[in-house]
């Protein structure tokens, strides 16, 4: 049982560039997300799907696309590359069930993304 | 909107002292609220929790009280060690928006050095 993993862990991108971030989790949970970490900022929520063959923008949509490719995956993509998505992005997942709040989200190890 | 403020870092002391971490919120709703901790170069992981007023969160020595008459969750321990050396993350999630998201405050870089 591996949790929530991502890859790849580092990357290095030129301005303009684009690249896929790649998710997996093994816990059948019905929701996914999306979130970078900027120093100060906390963490920032991207985009998320709350059930397989859904998404919808988080705080932070602007530059990214997400696809649900399945229950257990969900990828971010950088279609053009800025400095400023220079950051730390993590994915989770949690078995969140419509009308509650209590569920914990699980959190992959991370991808760090330099923009140059 | 929903928002959560935690007191600025970085916190530093001396093992076996005494840890506080303010954290406060703001929202609508009827939240439940959480610390997550996050270990150099890894993701967060829960810390503890707690869904309603009065309850107590506690897990590894740390305890949290949700008090909503004064909208807070401050995080706390009665002996730190030198592996608490971490960043700790105040959330909340309402139960009115969808699916569970989390808004977080900023984090707190805890060091503790022995």
């Known amino acids: 049982n591996a949790g929530v993993t991502q890859t790849p862990k580092f990357q290095v991108l030129k301005t303009g560039q684009s690249m896929t971030l790649q998710c997996a989790q093994d816990?059948?949970?019905?929701?996914m997300y999306w979130y970078r970490q900027d120093p100060g900022m906390g963490l920032r929520l991207i985009y998320y799907?709350?059930?397989?063959?859904?998404?919808d923008k988080g705080e932070v949509p602007n530059g990214y696309n997400v696809s649900r490719l399945n229950k257990r995956e969900f990828s971010l993509r950088l279609e053009s590359a800025a400095p400023s998505q220079t950051s730390v992005y993590f994915c989770?997942?949690?078995?969140?069930?419509?009308?509650?709040?209590?569920?914990?989200?699980?959190f992959g190890p991370g991808t760090r993304l330099t923009v140059l | 909107g929903n928002s959560v403020t935690q007191m600025e870092g970085p916190v530093t002391l001396s093992e076996e002292a005494f840890l506080t971490i303010n954290c406060t919120y703001t929202a609508t709703g009827y939240p439940s609220l959480f610390w997550y901790v996050q270990y150099p170069g890894e993701g967060l992981q829960l810390l503890l929790k707690a869904t309603k007023a009065d309850d107590k969160g506690s897990n590894k020595g740390f305890e949290a009280t949700y008090r909503k008459e004064t909208t807070s969750f401050h995080l706390e321990k009665g002996s730190v060690q030198v592996s608490d050396s971490a960043v700790y993350f105040c959330a909340l999630s309402e139960r009115s928006t969808s699916y569970g998201k989390l808004t977080f405050g900023q984090g707190t870089i805890l060091t503790v050095h022995p």
């Open positions: 989770a997942s949690s078995d969140s069930i419509p009308g509650t709040s209590e569920n914990e989200q699980f």
């Open positions: 799907s709350a059930s397989e063959g859904t998404t």
């Open positions: 816990m059948n949970h019905n929701s």
